[in-house]
């Protein structure tokens, strides 16, 4: 295992501060009001913070953290699309899907299973996987000749990433040929259902607020076809239980959207999620589930004293020293 070297650890910890620092300038501002939707407005326009956190974060993941020689978020991300779409992961869910209706309907009994015949699959095999790549800082996935990836923020780095709010950008069905429309380099609008894959990597809690979070979720479930792939990546470098609630709570609004847990790995600095979308109409009331999308940090007061200590947001600034990892599967039950 490759050991960083001291000129790396030094710039990570420079950085590291200061994109905290940048965490806690935009969250107190959110505390500071009672009107999210115009801070997020007002955050959207601060241009100059805006292009501060894109240069600090491209700096990391280009500079500083490509000197840990281990597995990474990008790396994770393209295992769960792969092994879902071409190697028998969809299918194994369909598969369940059918035995657990059949067997509720009486057609068979507990003991006997369903034919590999009677579930189609389309053979993704012989095209490339759509991802939206959401909140990108330098298009990652570009690189991965199966994936036709779109990378959208709110003030991208590099030319191939698209500037674009996901929380208020155009989402619905449309006739028209192109899955999304770009005036410049803004991404304005997105064909529902379009993409087999949206990455939501260490975004949600990004966003200050359980109803930003809600709001990006569910941006994602539209933008998701039938039995796509929401992959969602967040920091946590406590042991494994330690944010079972939050957890818990995340999975349940989440299926309650429509999107079911397949996939759950921790790593010592990640909690690694896939959900795929097997509903596309939400039941009533799904509103009403913003609360569940918490985190840690909502309770934290976001002093200018706190922002110059150390405290739990830390944990982010070290989601890219990864050791190997404990990994879980779902059954989904």
């Given at each position: ?5 001291s ?34 407005a007002e955050?959207c326009?601060?241009r100059?913070?805006l292009?501060?956190?894109?240069d ?10 490509t000197?840990?020689?281990q597995?990474?978020?990008v790396w994770w ?8 779409f071409h ?15 059949k ?5 068979i009994?507990?003991r ?25 800082c330098?298009n ?32 619905r069905?449309?006739?028209v040929?192109?899955p999304?429309d770009?005036i410049?380099?803004?991404?304005t609008r997105i ?6 894959v ?8 990004y ?12 941006n994602?479930?539209k933008?998701l ?9 967040t ?6 239980n330690?944010?079972?609630r ?13 999107l079911r847990?397949c996939?759950?790995e921790?790593?010592?600095h990640l ?24 985190t ?14 150390s405290?739990?947001?830390?944990e ?6 990864f ?11």
């Amino acid at each position: 295992m490759a050991t960083p070297n001291s000129e790396s650890v030094s710039d990570h910890k420079v950085l590291s501060n200061r994109l905290k620092e940048l965490h806690c300038k935009m969250r107190r501002s959110f505390r500071e009001t009672d009107n999210l939707e115009n801070a997020w407005a007002e955050h959207c326009r601060d241009r100059e913070y805006l292009s501060e956190y894109a240069d600090v974060m491209h700096r990391l993941a280009t500079e500083v953290w490509t000197d840990l020689d281990q597995e990474d978020r990008v790396w994770w991300v393209r295992s769960a699309a792969i092994g879902y779409f071409h190697q028998g992961g969809l299918r194994k869910w369909l598969l369940k899907d059918l035995r657990t209706k059949k067997f509720k309907s009486g057609e068979i009994s507990r003991r006997e299973e369903v034919s590999i015949d009677d579930v189609v699959v389309d053979n993704f095999n012989d095209c490339r996987i759509n991802l939206l790549d959401v909140g990108s800082c330098y298009n990652p996935f570009a690189i991965f000749p199966e994936f036709r990836a779109v990378a959208v923020d709110l003030h991208p780095r590099v030319d191939s990433v698209y500037q674009c709010d996901f929380l208020n950008v155009d989402i619905r069905n449309s006739d028209v040929e192109t899955p999304f429309d770009v005036i410049g380099n803004r991404l304005t609008r997105i064909n529902e259902g379009f993409f087999h894959v949206v990455v939501l990597c260490l975004v949600l809690t990004y966003l200050p607020s359980p109803l930003q979070r809600w709001h990006c979720v569910t941006n994602a479930h539209k933008s998701l076809a039938t039995n796509g792939l929401l992959l969602i990546v967040t920091p946590d470098s406590g042991h494994q239980n330690r944010l079972s609630r939050q957890m818990k709570s995340w999975r349940s609004a989440l299926e309650w959207l429509g999107l079911r847990r397949c996939r759950y790995e921790k790593k010592r600095h990640l909690h690694c999620m896939a959900y795929r979308k097997v509903t596309s109409c939400p039941p009533i009331g799904w509103q009403d589930r913003a609360h569940m999308m918490f985190t840690p940090h909502d309770s934290h007061d976001y002093s200018i004293k706190q922002c110059t200590e150390s405290f739990s947001i830390e944990e982010k600034l070290q989601t890219f020293q990864f050791l190997p990892s404990l990994s879980i599967y779902d059954d989904c039950s």
